[in-house]
């Protein structure tokens, strides 16, 4: 008889199966002006029910104030089916008197539940009023004394600043120039104006990127290459004078059949420059080919039996498209670290002056 009548309330009242408890304790009841106490709430309820807890502000009843409200701790129970939520509140008061703390509100799927109220006396602080003697007035402000432990971090803060700051400008300068962060020095021996014109253009016919997808810097280096041969062959200045200057001037010491070709080589490389013309890869190869031809036209033998050349020391100050993002993340790096320190360097300023 009594299970039926179990049955039919279980039935007839199915919220029953989500039991919610709500309880609230203090861990002190008695407590001096500005001391703390924790008030603990807690509620039991059903996984998967919508729990919504009080939100309190500054003040939990007037004269009682809130100094913190701990984040929600929650607990699993019964094979994760049932949630204990735990949630701190830290309060305190600078009045003497017997505080009513009225119960908590909580709701849950929208249902309100209470704890029950709490109390909480507050006392003044006992003072001894036969023996004055005992108390002593204010004392004067004194001056604090500074020292190397408390300029310390300004000191070292500011000498990091300069250097990283003077860094940063080296390798600005470095990346404005296009000079390496490193110069590599090499000592070789001074090579006849045709080997070297050679030897470049040899690198320039490897580099197979630069053909397909830079056609205005492999003309560049291409006509730069036979510009400094030319100086260094006929000896006059072909690196500051025009194409037609340079043909014009060929004319006068050489005959118009092996000038043609390097003339359709500087048509084509200002074509590329300055009208974006678009050449083929044949093309390419063809201007390639005729430089090299008017190099071994106009080359002339080292004589086997003459007193060579003291060596050179050339500096080689190209740097690659690698070396380039290196240096552009280095400034980076570099000016991150000076802005923190000048940061730290204003921090420091301001705490130990003001």
């Known amino acids: 008889m009594l299970g039926c009548v179990l049955a039919l309330l279980f039935f007839a009242f199915p919220e029953i199966k989500a039991q919610v408890t709500v309880d609230a304790t203090i861990d002190s009841l008695q407590l001096l002006i500005g001391e703390q106490a924790k008030i603990k709430l807690q509620v039991s309820m059903d996984a998967n029910q919508k729990l919504q807890l009080p939100l309190l502000r500054d003040t939990l009843v007037r004269g009682v104030e809130v100094l913190d409200v701990a984040k929600p701790d929650t607990q699993l129970l019964n094979e994760n089916k049932r949630w204990l939520i735990s949630q701190e509140y830290t309060v305190t008061s600078f009045d003497s008197a017997l505080y009513y703390l009225p119960p908590f509100e909580v709701k849950v799927n929208g249902t309100p539940y209470f704890s029950k109220a709490l109390a909480l006396k507050v006392y003044s ?89 830079d056609p205005k810097l492999y003309y560049t280096e291409l006509t730069e290459a036979i510009r400094t041969y030319i100086k260094e062959r006929f000896g006059f200045n072909a690196m500051e004078m025009t194409s ?111």
């Open 125 to 213: 602080i006992p003072v001894d009023t036969l023996h004055p003697d005992q108390f002593f007035g204010p004392k004067a402000i004194r001056e604090v004394p500074i020292t190397w432990d408390d300029v310390a971090p300004l000191v070292y803060s500011g000498i990091l600043m300069l250097i990283l700051g003077a860094l940063a400008v080296f390798l600005v300068i470095r990346y404005r120039d296009n000079k390496p962060i490193i110069k590599i020095i090499k000592i070789e021996p001074k090579l006849p104006p045709h080997q070297v014109a050679m030897k470049k253009i040899e690198e320039i016919k490897a580099d197979k990127q630069v053909q397909r997808d």
């Open 244 to 354: 037609t200057e340079i043909i014009d001037r060929l004319l006068e010491e050489k005959d118009q059949r092996s000038i043609d070709d390097l003339k359709l080589l500087f048509e084509t490389a200002d074509l590329v420059k300055f009208a974006k013309h678009a050449p083929l890869m044949n093309e390419n190869d063809m201007n390639l080919v005729n430089a090299i031809d008017f190099i071994n036209q106009t080359k002339v033998e080292e004589d086997p039996n003459a007193k060579k050349e003291p060596t050179e020391i050339r500096v080689e100050e190209k740097r690659s498209k690698r070396g380039r993002i290196a240096l552009i993340c280095s400034i980076a790096v570099v000016s991150i670290g000076a802005v923190v320190c000048i940061y730290l360097v204003v921090r420091h300023i301001i705490d130990l002056f003001f």
